[in-house]
């Protein structure tokens, strides 16, 4: 049987302690700020007994299953071949079994991954990171449920479109320039989801486990949530709005913001305005000053500038998520 107090030492495609660090999927060390490699032993066996205990059926096969997959040479791509795998001590037949009998308690293992040591900011805040990633299966055409999901560079550096199945992924980071980050979290789209409702009940499941693991308490720095252009930001920020959370997402560079409303006069006619001037991303004379300026020096891209701008927001119509609203909320960034 599968032994959740023995951690197996990784080959190029798995997880695990090796002498210079953790091993990451890619194969590449990766250097923990844990120097203590008893600790981080512990840790990893810790987690392999909670992993071991989240399997209700067929556990010792699963179990043998999970070490084959990572410590595999390779990519795998045969069902056969993991039995072979040395970590593997069972015959063939496992494998069968792990796959069809096995069964997995989602929620206890969501836990277990949220009380694990994670990955933090320099200045000790939690960074969680979303992206929708989707595994291709242009050629499994009796899968239910594919949706197209867009590619580049997989012909001619074309940008394609092929079916396959959307996956909503939840990681924690760190600071600094490392391959290394901890899942947390992954989620299915079915046809039709809304990926902004989905990535928000996602993340506050996620954030409510960390909340239970200690992993953020009351006076710890809000948590940072990082999306990319495809998402939604004002929508996924006011889905979140009740949470210790700050939402922080590149926008599209033809976006127009709004400023504050102006203070209404006392007798001046008509209703009181909403929204201020424009903010053309495109146009740098509707910007104005900044609220904060920083300069910093780079070894590879010279001298970089950031500005920011406070209290911007977008003008909210009766469109796409926002067509059954009633009275458009006004969601100012901080």
Not at 18 to 29: A, L, R
Not at 298 to 320: E, F, I, K, V
Request: charged fraction near 25%; proline fraction near 10%.
């Amino acid at each position: 049987m599968g032994d959740p107090d023995v951690t197996p030492e990784p080959n190029n495609n798995g997880w695990g302690v090796h002498s210079t660090g953790w091993f990451v999927n890619s194969g590449n060390p990766v250097t923990l700020s844990i120097t203590d490699r008893a600790g981080a032993r512990g840790d990893l066996s810790a987690f392999r007994r909670k992993l071991y205990h989240c399997v209700t059926t067929r556990p010792d096969a699963v179990f043998e299953l999970v070490d084959a997959v990572l410590c595999a040479d390779g990519p795998v791509r045969s069902l056969p071949e993991l039995s072979l795998v040395a970590e593997h001590r069972p015959g063939h037949g496992s494998v069968y079994a792990a796959l069809d009998r096995g069964r997995i308690d989602v929620d206890r293992l969501r836990r277990a991954l949220a009380a694990v040591p994670l990955p933090r900011a320099a200045d000790g805040r939690v960074v969680l990171a979303v992206d929708i990633t989707c595994w291709l299966r242009p050629e499994a055409h009796t899968c239910p449920q594919r949706i197209l999901g867009h590619t580049y560079g997989r012909a001619k550096n074309t940008h394609q479109m092929i079916p396959g199945w959307p996956f909503s992924v939840v990681c924690a980071l760190e600071t600094g320039r490392s391959s290394w980050t901890a899942p947390l979290d992954a989620v299915r789209l079915a046809p039709g989801d809304d990926a902004a409702e989905v990535t928000a009940a996602q993340l506050r499941s996620v954030i409510g486990n960390l909340i239970i693991a200690g992993q953020w308490r009351p006076g710890d720095p809000e948590i940072w949530v990082i999306a990319d252009a495809g998402y939604d930001r004002p929508r996924l920020a006011f889905l979140l709005a009740e949470l210790p959370v700050r939402v922080l997402a590149r926008m599209r560079s033809d976006r127009v913001l709004r400023r504050p409303a102006p203070p209404w006069l006392p007798g001046t006619k008509g209703r009181p305005p909403r929204h201020g001037g424009e903010f053309v991303f495109g146009d740098p004379t509707t910007w104005g000053e900044p609220a904060t300026e920083t300069r910093t020096e780079t070894r590879l891209y010279g001298p970089t500038r950031a500005r920011s701008w406070d209290r911007l927001h977008p003008r909210l119509t009766h469109r796409s998520s926002w067509v059954a609203a009633g009275k458009h909320p006004i969601i100012e960034a901080p």
